[in-house]
Structures are given as structure tokens and as C-alpha cells.
């Protein structure tokens, strides 16, 4: 029956496809025992026409040039926020990305979404050197081709609340 390349094993393969049609090889051995082949017929796969393969070939070199722009700006926005850290507003500048705030809280909350949901994330930026030097965390990706750098404006540690504070909210509850 016909084969195409990478269906047997090396040796038969290589002895396969190095013979003209009618050949006979030598002997070839491989781990299934010895083998002397005869090539019967050459059975080319159909040649498609350009058009028919267009929207194929378009589609690869759009994903092609997807993923090289995507490089592109990944190590672009990496180094903007690495080499400065005291701001994102550089790096949103120079790609036309939106800085957005939030008020986050050590482990993702039920329901959080997109970046606000990456443990990742949020372990960089409850690291040490991201609250107490305020500086922009490196840049992390948090799934589906996502690059997110944050930075601490503002740190309040975990704390108890006085009685004061908090007494309306516990008598409402």
C-alpha cells in the first residue's frame, strides 16, 4: 500500500524513498527483522492550485505577523516598565494602552476577572519591593497573550478596624 514520510521506521524509510519506481533495494535491516524492498508505484500527492490555497497562506501570514508585532510590543511595554518603574503613564503613552486603578486585595476575590484574577500578578505585587518602593512590577502574563505590569500607589495593611469605626455596620448587620 502507499506510505508518505514518517509512517515506518528510519532505515525503511530512507531505503523507500532513495529507490526509482520497479527498484529493488538491498537488504535493510531494522528493529523488525531484515528487509528487501520493491518500489511498485509513486503515488504524488495532488498539486493544489494557488488559489485554492490563498486564504490558507493569507491566514498564516497574518497569525505570522500577529505574533511577530505581539513581540514586538511584549518586549517593548517589558522594558518601558523596568526602566521606569515609577510610573506606568510612559508605557501607556508609548503603546496607547489605558492605566486603570484598583483597589485589590492579597488573594483574587470571588467573581474577579482578567488581570485582577491572576495569583501571579497579585503576588508581585504584594511582593516587599512593589509596596515599600512603590515601583511597577515586572511584566507578567496572566493568560491569552496578556501582558500586565501594576504598581502600588497606596498600601494599608491588613488590620483591625476600632469600634468606633465600624459600630453602625455591625449594629445594621
Known amino acids: 500500500d502507499y506510505f508518505g514520510r514518517g509512517a515506518m521506521v528510519k532505515p525503511f524509510e530512507d531505503a523507500v524513498f532513495s529507490l526509482a519506481k520497479g527498484a529493488i533495494s538491498d537488504v535493510v535491516e531494522t ?3 531484515f ?10 500527492p495532488p498539486v493544489r492550485s494557488f488559489e485554492s490555497m490563498r486564504p490558507e497562506i ?8 500577529a505574533q511577530k508585532q505581539y513581540a514586538e510590543a511584549a518586549d517593548t511595554f517589558s522594558n518601558l516598565v523596568y526602566e521606569q518603574a515609577d510610573s ?6 508609548r503603546l496607547k494602552l489605558q492605566v486603570r486603578k484598583a483597589t485589590v486585595q492579597r488573594q483574587p476575590q470571588p467573581g474577579a476577572t482578567g488581570a ?4 501571579r500578578l497579585l503576588g508581585a505585587l504584594f511582593d516587599t519591593e512593589s509596596i515599600d518602593k512603590k515601583r511597577n512590577t515586572e511584566a507578567i502574563d ?31 448587620r
Open 142 to 172: 496572566t493568560g491569552s497573550g496578556q501582558l500586565v505590569s501594576a504598581r502600588v500607589v497606596k498600601h494599608s495593611p491588613a488590620h483591625t478596624q476600632p469600634l468606633a469605626e465600624v459600630r453602625e455596620q455591625v449594629r445594621g
Open 35 to 44: 528487509h528487501i524492498i520493491q518500489l511498485t508505484d509513486i503515488k504524488a
Open 116 to 119: 485582577l484574577a491572576s495569583e
Open 88 to 93: 506606568l503613564q510612559p508605557a501607556a503613552d
Open 31 to 33: 528493529d523488525f527483522g
Open 58 to 65: 493569507e491566514a498564516e501570514l497574518k497569525k505570522q505577523q
